[in-house]
């Protein structure tokens, strides 16, 4: 199974954007269906996203719905996390796996978003 690796993140005032990226590395993302997670300070690591192969279907959580979107470039081997409209309630490290559960046993390596003014 392909290594992913993120990119992204960072530090973002609150109403402003970031894109997250999760590529391959050594495999293809073809046939996976790829799921965001976050993990917020003293928090449990939740879902918020997931797309399927071939973008064929998805779900984004209600806490982000209307300001996350989550997208797939197979091209690239790469999938997206688009956010607009942060809040500081989104800051967390932020993580995707090579399925859409948190039993997944391929995870990125994890990327911090800092929403504050």
């Known amino acids: 199974q392909a290594r992913l690796v993120q990119s992204g993140g960072g530090l973002v005032q609150p109403g402003g954007s970031l894109r997250l990226a999760c590529a391959a590395s050594g495999g293809t993302l073809d046939y996976y269906a790829i799921g965001w997670f976050r993990q917020a300070p003293g928090k449990e690591r939740e879902p918020i996203a997931c797309?399927?192969?071939?973008?064929?279907?998805?779900y984004l959580d209600d806490s982000v719905k209307g300001r996350f979107t989550v997208s797939r470039d197979d091209a690239a081997n790469t999938v997206y996390l688009t956010m607009n409209n942060l809040k500081p309630e989104d800051t967390a490290v932020y993580y995707c796996a090579g399925e859409c559960s948190p039993a997944a046993t391929n995870w990125g390596q994890g990327t911090q978003v800092t929403v504050s003014s």
């Open positions: 797309i399927a192969s071939s973008s064929s279907g998805g």
